[in-house]
């Protein structure tokens, strides 16, 4: 089992940056790839970010490549997702997700979410 619990949601303005930090627990985590998916009101949920366990590689959606990063901090038992520039159209429930799917098609385990509202 994997427990995931989110935290470093809030409402900022066009523009701004911030992070988002995902704790986990559980005796494996560490040996589940890890990712950020948000879903926004009246939208289907879509994949942001996903780091594989090692932390070697990372995967972003078209939408936030260069403007995301996603890390993780093993000794921390934390993932983070980094924001910058973040838009209106991006308000959404971010939540964490864990799965050892190679594809990262099929998540696992999830956090409750933290809520963005980005205002114009």
């Known amino acids: 089992q994997v427990q995931l619990v989110e935290s470093g949601g809030g409402l900022v303005q066009a523009g701004d940056s911030l992070r988002l930090s995902c704790a986990a627990s559980?005796?494996?985590?560490?040996?589940?790839?890890m990712g950020w998916l948000r879903q926004g009101p009246g939208k289907e949920r879509e994949f942001v970010a996903a780091?594989?366990?090692?932390?070697?590689?990372?995967y972003y959606a078209d939408s936030v490549k260069g403007l995301f990063t996603i890390s993780r901090d093993k000794a921390k038992n934390t993932v983070y997702l980094h924001m910058n520039s973040l838009q209106p159209e991006e308000t959404a429930v971010y939540s964490c997700?864990?799965?050892?799917?190679?594809?990262?098609?099929?998540?696992?385990?999830w956090g409750k979410g933290t809520q963005v509202t980005v205002s114009t």
């Open positions: 997700s864990a799965t050892n799917d190679c594809g990262l098609q099929n998540w696992y385990y």
């Open positions: 780091i594989s366990w090692s932390g070697t590689s990372t």
């Open positions: 559980g005796r494996t985590w560490d040996t589940y790839a």
